[in-house]
């Protein structure tokens, strides 16, 4: 009964230990514009900025928009992709990708999904709403 | 006044279900049966106040009456009715009321049907429930803290300080801010009631796992429990069923799961829910793991409370993309999980040593052991997925402000534990219905394996499949389809009404041979001239305007009217038009996209959507969101959408030159120099004209430059429509050398008349075009063109079909336990 015990016990704690290690590994820390510039591969959040232009280029086949992340820092942002669904909508975004001469190439990028737990953060009053 | 009766019935809910608390906890305390039937009364006031009160909530829903913020915040004007009444349960707190509601006529259920011992106890445990859930939504202001928010709330009270609020504390919106268009889709509409529903009935194996450990009586509860168990299992089935289904059909991320923290929600739950199963059918059966079956009866609970916390508490808002409204619940929920996990956890520890539990071990060989083994390994993919989940508490041990894992970490631990799974699957079934040795088992599996292995080899051949990882996969896969399948073949025979669990297994197989060749094996479809781009980017040898290399490949392709392409070697793909409507969306485009396949299959078209999102669009500014077109086959699916056409890139600059024009207007147009490719013999419009590309003619040597090597000229055909003016000019394009370098030579043709130049400015030879370039012309050629994103995916209909055969699996098996149950109690 005992040697069995032990081997439970080890291999559970093995188990576990392997896991909590990938599992370490395979998260990352999100940062800003400033801080991507330094690393090869990162998860920036932020707004998107829709005072700046941004639109799909049918040369390159690539979206380009300006991003402002939590700090502030608005960058050029490249997606090689079209316009995802809901990015007008999404109240924040994550680009995963490497910033090279000030601009961020996203191979990934994330939206706050369109759930209906979504808080709508624009209120518009009645002037406007109508319109 | 309704909105007050609403609230005041809310409050009336959460008072009477506290006093029922009491009752039932007296009740099975003193085994007082007359204390049980008020109890019993009070669940069915209960249920009629938030009958009443949701009542109230869809009244005013109906009403638009704007007042409220839940109303304002979820619908307008012109949505349809069914999405009105949809809207009820559409954000936060109404859900919470639905669930409520579930767990209501679950509950009154269970009062029907439970037997003697439990019934106090079970309801107890469902009372406490429904107290946690009603305080969600009271919202009782206690002075020092608020308690749940109230659906019945006014926009005033909600944000009090917002200025227009200050200068009119009556203030009424126009109208809603209505519900998001991807939303407005049926699937989303059954989809939660299904979901609250399997919560609700999940609840009932935690009920009555508390009152075995209540009543000491280890060993019946899981007779009555079983049922309701496999019946909240086969309802979160069904819901992620219709959420991945929602996600594929709707969202254009192009798949049915991502392993989103709001997806694992509601799959831990049901993966642990049937680990769950398997222990208790073994206790069933064998009068042995009622520790498993417990223990798991609570885990799976708890990890519903747990999920529900994680994406309401606002945990994963600061973390995740998937951010859930913040209500200001986290304190509730946090109090919720503790109360769960003390009562369910702290419970079966203090009578841990007094659960029976059998000395002599089983056999490896036995029917305990597999079913026990699939028990486990269900618990430890439930346990990655919650690790995964939890990454924003769990991964603070590792970095600060902490990202989900990434995809790969949820395919590199499910993917092994799944191989192991479908194997296990077929030992367990035929250990299952008959007892055996190494050696009987061997030679029973022997056909299976015949069949398994030739059709591993069709399919790594069909497939080309080279990874030999997916090779195994791939066999487990069909090793669980063929396995369960023999073993279904024999039991039909014997007894039909057994194969419940026989037909769960064989769709898990089907599941897991959809996914792979659905996820792994699907394919972009291109044009040539793509693939070949994407051949140079992956040789390195595309450069970006900053010098950098290229990456990534590119997934669209671009279609323009009536020029088919041939795509993937297989399809020729003709765009020919697209039609504009009102219905049921203002502005939505239908494009028309025909694809004949080249071996003489039939053409078959596609008509993908692209349309203004309205919630959020406004006068200045056009949001567009695309409705993917799926064509469903057996064999594949075709998924293709429109990201971009000029139409839209039309709409959108006409906007962009009015906001111009509105910021400057004594801004002067910019004399215009556009140019288009022009097949022979095609006419291509712009505005009042045509300009027709007639024929080549040759051109005369004196007319072009020294060392010309090309010397063409164009004849092209100028018409003013409305007027019936033509005129024809033949414009010169040639190529000549000078110091060993070659350059272009196109002169103008100028037509004075409409002050017009034409030239000849590059030549396709290839495909027998030519561009023209045209200057002094306001009006813009009226190119149509379409931007395609397209991907075939093999055998997702084996997905579906793996679904389905789990959900019939389940279904048949809830009959079986049920009339068993049923019988036992006359």
Known sequence: MKPKLLIGVFSIVLFTSLLM??????????????????????????????????????????????????????????????????????????????????????????????????????????????? | MIAQIGNLFLSGALAVSIAGLILYALSAIREDKKLETYANWIWMTKGLFVLISSGALIYLIMTHQFQYYYVWNYTSLDLETQYLFSAFYGGQEGSFMLWVLCGFLVGAG????????????????????????????????????????????????????????????DFVPADGSGLNDLLKSPWMMIHPPIIFVGFAMMTVPFAFAISSLWTKTYHEWIRPALPWTLAANLSLLTAIFLGGYWAYETLSFGGYWAWDPVENASLVPWLIGTAGIHAMIIQ??????????????????????????????????????????DLGLYGQLL??????????????????????????????????????????????????IIIGTSSPILGRLFVDNPTPPEIQFYNDWSMPLAIIMAIATVIGQYLFWQKHTWESLAEKMIFPLIITSIATVISIVFGEVRNLYYMVFIFAGWFAVIGNGAVLLS??????????????????????????????????????QTTRYNARIAAGDVFDEEGFPVTQPVEMFELELNRPKLVNEKYMVTYEGFEVSDSPRPGQQTYRIKFEPIDGGRTFYMDPVVYPMMTTSSMNNIDWSVDVHVRTGWLSDI??????????????EELENQRVRDELPEALAEEERQSIEIHQGETIEAGPFSFTFVQFTPASEEAVPENTQIGVRAQIRVEHRPSGNAYEVEPLFAVYTEDGRSYTYSPPLSIDRWNMDVYFSSIFPESDAIEITVEGLDEEFEEDWVLIVAERKPYVSVVWLGTFLLMAGFSISILRHWGREKAAQE
């Open chain 1, 21 to 131: 290690y990938n599992f370490g590994n395979s998260i990352s820390t999100y940062v800003n514009f400033e801080q991507a510039a330094d690393r090869t591969n990162s998860h920036v959040v932020g707004k998107w900025d829709n005072t700046k232009e941004s639109g799909f280029s049918r040369e390159t086949m690539q979206f380009s928009f300006h991003m402002e992340d939590e700090d502030g820092n608005v960058r050029r942002v490249v997606y090689p992709r079209p316009k995802p669904n809901n990015f007008e909508q999404a109240t924040q975004l994550v680009v995963i990708g490497s910033m090279r001469n000030n601009v961020f190439y996203a191979d990934e990028m994330l939206m706050k999904c369109p759930s209906k737990y979504n808080e709508n953060p624009d209120f518009e009053p009645a002037e406007t709403a109508g319109m």
């Open chain 2, 335 to 384: 109090l919720f999980i503790l109360v769960i996990t003390l009562l369910g956890i702290g419970f079966y520890l203090f009578r841990y040593k007094e659960i029976p539990s059998v000395d002599k071990e089983s056999k490896i060989l036995s029917k305990e052991f597999m079913t026990f083994t699939g028990s486990i390994l269900l618990f430890i993919l439930g346990f990655i």
């Open chain 2, 284 to 325: 069933r059966m064998s009068a042995r793991a009622h520790k498993a079956s417990l223990f798991f009866a609570i885990l799976a609970y708890m990890a519903v409370i747990y999920q529900t916390f994680l994406t309401r508490s606002g945990v994963l808002a600061e973390q995740s993309v998937h951010s859930f409204v």
């Open chain 2, 491 to 528: 039991l039909l025979r014997k007894n039909p009404k057994l194969v419940g669990g026989t037909v769960t297994h064989i769709g898990f197989g089907a599941l897991l041979l959809g996914i792979i060749a659905s996820s792994v094996y699907t394919e972009p479809l291109l044009d040539q």
């Open chain 2, 639 to 652: 998924y293709l959408y429109v990201a971009g056409s000029q139409y839209v890139a039309d709409r959108n």
């Open chain 2, 110 to 169: 269970l009062i029907r049907w439970t037997r003697k011992p439990y019934r106090a106890p079970v309801m107890f445990v469902m009372m406490l429930t429904q107290v946690f859930l009603l305080s969600m939504v009271v919202g009782w202001d206690l002075g020092f803290t608020k308690i749940g928010a109230s659906p019945f709330r006014t926009i005033a009270q909600e944000m009090p300080n917002a200025p227009f609020i200050q200068a009119n504390p």
